[in-house]
């Protein structure tokens, strides 16, 4: 029997690939936005939805990758794509350092100290930190990405972006499908659920959080780069707290730990105030009451991760219990 | 003459420290008195109530439409249409406090704690637009001139009335608060409830009660304190609730969350570290001060000063 779901997902894969044909240039950019977020939204699903930790300084992550590929590109001319391991790796680098003395910290003292993270790091960059950010006008002029020859112009030709940036939202897919589905995934939803009892069956708790943290850290840190590739100019304003509430929301009220959920959700904050711009200004408003409603009624998430069953052996339990 | 430069420039540095350090206390006073909502709550529910700070700027525009729409200054003459003032808007903010445990808090009393904490931040994204939304994005301004302007000179030493009194307004209240939590009976009901809710009820205490009252205190105190930021510096705006929210908060942890004598101290050290930080290394860091010194007290000491270290329920 198909599975109901697959043939839903098989669906809206289709229709998200063809989007782009039957709509304008500002729509398509709307969906570049949507596919983005949605990459930020996974790669904070790995701390705050698989590993539980309340981390509120994403944006912090996604500016240093954004950052580096400004920096780099602008002052060597290395081109955008050849940097996207390299912005990763030093937001991963960063996430490390900073993460590794308050990763033991518990649930509510880690947001506090995130968003402090975060504050500090825009504040580094308003204040042109080794004179390398640009203060808070930012960095211009950031090359366009180019594959074999052909420039991607994200903002002349949004299109073209859209497929580079679902092409890496298809990887970043299966990555983390593969990953919430290894031992690793399990150990941190195990941990997540009840960390003492994780520490009891020797999984080592701060080892796996310390992970989890560097690796969401690491895709942030590329989502940055692709960022800075497409809108080609980045100023502290793109890396506000509120970004990071922003990322917290998607992975929240989609539900978290579930990828089709963060999805979801990323579609519904970012896309949906598009579609209905005389609610612009309700905006965050209708957001706040539906985080509030959502942790009373349904904590979970609009779509939560579906519960993992485990084959177990019958017979041997019988011969057990007999 | 080189010589006779000397002590005037040691002068003019003494001066120069000693403005920092009645700004300091002036700001720290109303740290603190944000800082002992955040602690009140926590000390009874463990709960973060990330809503805090925008209890705080409500407090400041309720203070802008009260004082402009009765004319209360008018009326009364400065002094006790202040006074007045600042009761009303103690009682509103309170009253609105109540209503946020109520429909935000209350129904998620047993769910997971972080649960909570989801919902203080939506009722908080909740506060900060509805406040734009009826007072519009742009900054309001006071009006000038109630608090008086003059600069009292002690030993040569500038002291600007100003700071003093809010100052003085500020360590009253959380005189009072103290008194209040130590020697009444209520008071002893909401230390009991700190230290242990379920002994509490079966010693007949109105735990819901308690909690109700905390949330009035609390907010309150935070709503009173926006009056006197929006008296001090004379502009208030929309979004401010969270920067001073995150630092009154800062300060609460530094003097050990739970423990309001630590808020008050942790209040004004972070007042005075902050205007001594921004004056002596750089003023553009000023607001990355109170986050550094709150990674490094939760990493160093997470008890903070005056915290009694217990061992972490688990």
Redesign the interface.
Known sequence: MIDLRMIIYAAVSVCWLVAPLFLGNYHTDVLNNIAIYALLGLSLNIILGYGGM?HMGHAAFFAIGAYATAIINTSYGIPVLWLLPLSGILAGVFALVVAR??IH?????L???T???V??VR??L??NVFGLTGGANGIFGIASPTIFGHQINGIVNPKHYFYLLTAFLAFTITVFYLLEHSRFGRALKFLSSDS?AAEGSGIDTSGYKLAAFVIGAFWAGMVGNLYAGKITFISPESFS?WES?VM?MIV?LGGAGSIPGVLLGAFLIIGLPEYFHGLQ??R??I??????A???FR?QGILPPKQHTYATDNASEKKVSS | MSLNLEPYTSKSLMEQFFTQLTNGLAVGGIYALIALGYTMVYGVLK??NFAHGDLFTIGAYLGLTLLASFHLADHLGVATALFVLALMVMGLVGIIGILLDR??YK??RT?????????A??????FS??IM?VFGPSPKVYPQGLLPTQVLYIFGLPIPIMRLLILLASIVMMIGLYVFIQKTKTGTAIRAAAIDQDAARLMGINVDRVIMLVFFIGPALGGVAGLMVGLHYGQINFTMG?IYG?KA??AA?LGGIGNIPGAMVGGLLLGVIESMGAAYISN??K??I???V??VI??VR?TGLLGERVA?K?
Do not use: H, K
């Not at chain 1, 910290?105 to 003292?109: I, M, Q, S």
């Not at chain 1, 957001?287 to 509030?292: K, P, S």
């Open positions: 309340f003395p308050i910290l518990r649930g509510d003292y947001l506090i100290v968003i402090g993270m504050e500090i504040i580094a308003v204040n003492v707290f509430v917290f929240i200004q309700y965050l408003l957001f706040g009451f539906a985080l509030v959502m942790m009373i904590p | 709960l973060i429909v935000a129904p998620l769910s997971p704690r972080l649960s909570a904490v989801v919902s931040l939506g009722a908080s994204i909740i637009n509805t939304l969270w995150l908060f800062t942890i553009a860091w607001d990355a109170a986050f550094f709150l990674i939760l990493i997470p972490e688990i």
